[in-house]
Nanobody, 122 residues
Framework: VQLQASGGGLVQAGGSLRLSCAAS????????MGWFRQAPGKEREFLSA????????YYSDSVKGRFTISRDNAKNLAYLQMSSLKPEDTAVYYC????????????????WGQGTLVTVSS
């Protein structure tokens, strides 16, 4: 499974961005997807996850109500819609994939995209 995250950029506080994660490989539609971020000097942080069929979603408290995860299995894409962005949301954002069940645990994901930088200016 190969993943490619895109959609990052510079945005003002209060603005919105939509990140995309393009997935390719065998049976990729059967994978649960997660979004994470890592700010300089900090550990990688779970943000959101979605089950393979989109029926279940999970969010960290830090983004609940501001970010929305979704997926389009017909296009092999996952999305993270981010709104009401804050300067503390500045980080490199990663998508990840795993089988069998979504989880918040970074180490449980088997495949990772290369990351896309989101910078939120105040």
């Amino acid at each position: 499974v190969q993943l490619q995250a895109s959609g990052g950029g510079l945005v003002q506080a209060g603005g919105s961005l939509r990140l995309s994660c393009a997935a390719s490989g065998r049976a990729v539609r059967a994978y649960d997807m997660g979004w994470f971020r890592q700010a300089p000097g900090k550990e990688r942080e779970f943000l959101s996850a979605i089950s393979w069929d989109g029926s279940s979603t999970y969010y960290s408290d830090s983004v609940k109500g501001r970010f929305t995860i979704s997926r389009d299995n017909a296009k092999n894409l996952a999305y993270l819609q981010m709104s009401s962005l804050k300067p503390e949301d500045t980080a490199v954002y990663y998508c990840a994939a795993k089988r069998y069940y979504p989880t918040t645990v970074v180490g449980k994901y088997d495949y990772w995209g290369q990351g896309t930088l989101v910078t939120v200016s105040s």
